[in-house]
């Protein structure tokens, strides 16, 4: 209905807009053509003004309405280090090309006002004039030296790649329709290679599992996962596209660059602003407490009144902005930027996807053979427990478990992969030197019960000989066979009999 009347209502002013036509061309004949041309330049010549006016203050109230909602205004300083240098850059061309473009626009209405058509007036003309020639090419000619040469600076600084031996890290950021796969070095801080060849469902960017600098790199596909990165920071994002031409574009930070299928790009800079700082700015208030942009004082959400005022939602944010397909808006990831710290606790928290995804699966190269990666994680691991056992007073908490030595079946000799986890005890016995520790072996109930005893008792001796080879004093040590008598689990069960057949160390003096 509602269309069918904006329809009528079109139809309507056409009609009129034509009648309107007729009745002037009609009044034309009667009044004489000169004249109502005449009239018609007036006409026109005034509309020139009032619209020059009208829109050359439309533009002026409009940028000063709007400043606080554009980057490099009010609240959105650059959060990065380029950025500044971006800004001023940009603002001096705005305010070049901004007495152009209002000059410009004077000459442009004043003129056709002022020159109108009118009875007895002809035009002048000017052929040649080298006086005008040379003020309007040096004119400019200076402007855009200046200009240029200032954005080519600019242009150098944002575009510079880091240099060898520089401190900075480097992260991965691959486009795909639609969503930002983002990949961290893990802690040898070099990100692994990759053939777009590899790629399967299970390793959704080539990585090449036979390159161990894979093995600790993680990798994020949520959307709704937020990465960090630490302030002041040098990154440098490796850009990459799985199909299409996207963009990765941080506006805070004034970073934008095309991910190209097949031709890696990249991006370096320095985050400056951290999230919380960035949000005390969005929630500034004066000295009345009255606050500074009253629009980012709204519920984040409408619909919930109690929900974070919109500083305290604030989120930087990764963009597409290519129009890469319909999914394009679905792209967005959050960034947040914290302190070098809080960063370093996350980073310690995330996971290397080959050791959660693809470790010892078909796709794995080193399937069956311990990582060094693996030996490293184990030995942090070990230590955690072993300063938790330290510091606590419970006597229950003071034994703990080998987690990884192993025996061959039914023997007392260990594996060869057991000499890690008892490396880190003879480190940790060196560390503490006034430690003593009881060794004990258990097993199951399968078997004899004297079998078992002696089977426990030479595993635990077999263990502080080790121990002893790597030059701990056996004053320090016992070895206690205990066979079946002290299960963890019921013997029932084949997982329960599998914890009960264990190797433990007790800390008897620290
Ligand atoms: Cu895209």
Redesign the pocket.
Known sequence: MTGLIILLCILLIFVIVVQIGKVSEIAGKIRGDQEIEVDGNRINGAISIIFMVLFLVGCVVSAIYYEDSMLGYGPHVAASEHGVGLDRIFNVTLFFTGIVFILTQIALFYFAWKFQGRPGKKAMFISHDNKLEVIWTIIPAVVMTFLVVGGLDAWNDVMADVTEGEDYMEIEAT?Q??AWTIRYPGEDGLIGTKNYTLINPNNPLGMDWSDEKNHDDMVSTGAGEIMKLPVNKKVRVRITSRD????FDMPHFRIKMD?VPGLPTYFVFTPTVTTEEYRAGLGATDKNGDPLYPEWWEPSDEEDPESPMRWEAFQYELA?A?L??NG?YS?RRVFEIVSQEEFDVWAASQQSYYLTTIRNTDEDPFKGRLLDVEIKSRGKEFKNRLETALASEAIEDKTLRFDYVNFNTGSAVLTPDSRYELENLVAAMSDYPNMTVELAGHTDNVGGADGNQVLSQNRAVAVMNFLAGKGISSSRMTAVGYGPSVPVESNDTEEGRAANRRTEFKIINQ
């Open positions: 486009g329709q639609f299409v031409l996207h963009n991910a597409c290519e890469c397909g394009h792209m």
